[in-house]
């Protein structure tokens, strides 16, 4: 049974280009959540989805920044017009489970190896 | 709204030799406590967490921590230290009713494991 599945690994964009990250739920899997990680911080939730909602984007930036879990195929966070400040490492956990049924719904959390964004 | 205060950024210490990493939280009512653990390169890893009950918890690859209400304190432990130990750790609070289901991780603390 795979894992969480993120990619790229590594991203580089020139400012004003846009990044398009992807993560791929463990199997069974029909949440996933979104945490960025600035260098020598924790992660920072930014966005939970279900197939098809947006669920709780309280930590999304409000510009540039948009997110995806559709239908078919993998959850998608774009940043358009990257800055460098967008520099990070993005996480990417799914859980079988809504993690609001429970704060306990965190531990089955899975994260997936994250995608390193670099703005140039 | 919860927080996580880590105090040390790095911490060194000698293969074999104990560890304890320092995690504080700020949270009105009983918090749900986590430790995770981040291979450089790799996502992260739950080492353990505690919901209720007995204030020691154990977790996977000898590590355990317990939660100290007076001193808003879930620490992190481990007896004896393997190299293979070295890695950044993070401690994390989620929240029952009233607050945010979603963790609240803290800045983390690099380990450093010397032979």
């Known amino acids: 049974n795979a894992g969480v599945m993120q990619n790229p690994r590594h991203l580089v964009r020139r400012r004003g280009q846009e990044a398009r990250l992807r993560c791929s739920p463990m199997k069974g899997h029909s949440h996933v959540y979104w945490y960025r990680q600035l260098p020598e911080e924790g992660l920072k939730f930014m966005v939970y989805?279900?197939?098809?909602?947006?669920?709780?984007e309280s930590g999304m930036p409000k510009e540039r920044f948009s997110a995806e879990f559709p239908k078919e195929g993998p959850s998608i966070l774009r940043i358009q017009q990257v800055v460098r400040g967008d520099s990070a490492a993005y996480f990417c956990?799914?859980?079988?489970?809504?993690?609001?049924?429970?704060?306990?719904?965190?531990?089955?959390?899975?994260f997936g190896p994250g995608t390193r964004l670099t703005v140039l | 709204a919860q927080s996580v205060t880590q105090p040390d950024i790095h911490i060194t210490v000698s293969e074999g030799a104990s560890l304890e990493l320092r995690c504080n939280y700020s949270?009105?009512?009983?918090?749900?406590l986590f430790w995770y653990v981040q291979s450089p390169g790799q996502g992260l890893q739950l080492l353990l967490k505690y919901f209720s009950g007995d204030t020691l918890v154990q977790g996977i690859k000898g590590f355990e921590a317990e939660f100290k209400r007076s001193q808003s304190s879930f620490n992190l432990r481990k007896p004896s230290v393997h190299w293979s130990d070295a890695a950044e750790y993070f401690c994390?609070?989620?929240?029952?009713?009233?607050?945010?289901?979603?963790?609240?991780f803290g800045r983390g603390t690099s380990l450093i494991v010397h032979p």
């Open positions: 994390a609070v989620g929240a029952g009713s009233g607050g945010s289901y979603i963790p609240t």
């Open positions: 989805l279900q197939k098809e909602n947006i669920i709780d």
């Open positions: 949270y009105g009512a009983t918090p749900y």
């Open positions: 956990a799914s859980s079988p489970l809504p993690v609001q049924t429970s704060g306990k719904g965190a531990d089955t959390q899975y």
